[in-house]
């Protein structure tokens, strides 16, 4: 069985962990109907249109 040959130090320990919590930042794209800026692969939140279709009904057409 392996047994480690040393004692890890605690900031070997704290940088192996730092990686697991580092924070991405969103990123955005134009939405293709109207411009404003959304997530990628989801239905536009100002104009409810995704992929050239209207998927989702907005307050503003209601």
Known sequence: MAVPKRKTTPSKRDMRRANHDKVIPVQLAACEHCGEATLPHRACGAC???KGRKVKAT???Q
Do not use: P, Q, R
């Open 48 to 50: 409810g249109f995704y």
């Open 59 to 61: 307050k503003a057409a």
